[in-house]
């Protein structure tokens, strides 16, 4: 039987871009440690190379134990990849602030702790790796999206400066922008907002999860050692 080609990392990897990149990378022959607020039967992958853990990615304690697991098991982290994001589209006089400090924790901090937490593990890594999620919110500066796009753009300089901070160890980091994907992230945002959305794209259609699964197939390759600290909008947007 032959043995995994690395371990990755993913969090929110119970359903939609990040269930589906948990799979994508099972397909490649990767080891892969699924993490999420849920483990839910349906959630769950089986297949031998998935462990899955439920976990705040806000609950550095919990975290930390989860790395802890990883150690013992693999003794390496190849990749992490910042997939756990939540969204509420409302208008800034109309969001509570505990909806803000919501996104804000589980968007960005949640990145910050599983970055920070992974180090010691990418290290040991002959390419390690760091991907996180942005989002074209950010470019667009979307009505109804402060939040959401100021998490996420906080999570794009966390990105440049980690990126700075972890090259003299090899890891690089680096953030995808997804344009709109059919996901639970998008119930709730009216059809018409979605269509004037991707109508302002230089390619006016929906993403597939197959088109992020391909930027961060980019950012993973061993020969992509010399990229990090950028930042990949889908669509033409940036």
Known sequence: MMSPKRCILITGASRGLGRHLAEY???????????ARSEAAESTISHKYYRHYRVDVTDAPAVRTLLQEVQREVGKLDALINNAGIANMNPLA?????????????????????SQAAIRLLRKSSAPRIVNLSSIAVPLRLAGESVYAASKSAIETLTRVAAQELGAFGITCNAVGP??????????????????????????????????AHVVDFFLHPASHMITGQVIYLGGLG
Do not use: H
């Not at 990378?25 to 993490?35: K, N, R, S, T, W």
């Not at 109309?94 to 599983?114: H, S, Y």
């Not at 119930?187 to 992020?212: C, T, W």
């Open 25 to 35: 990378y099972l397909a490649q022959g990767d080891l892969v440690i699924g993490c």
């Open 94 to 114: 109309l969001t509570p602030v505990e909806t803000a400090r919501r996104i804000m924790e589980t968007n960005f901090l949640g990145t910050f702790v599983l």
């Open 179 to 212: 344009t709109p994907i059919d996901t639970d992230l998008l119930k709730g945002v009216g059809k018409e907002k979605i269509r004037r959305l991707v109508e302002q794209q230089a390619i006016p259609r929906m993403a597939q999860p197959s088109d992020v």
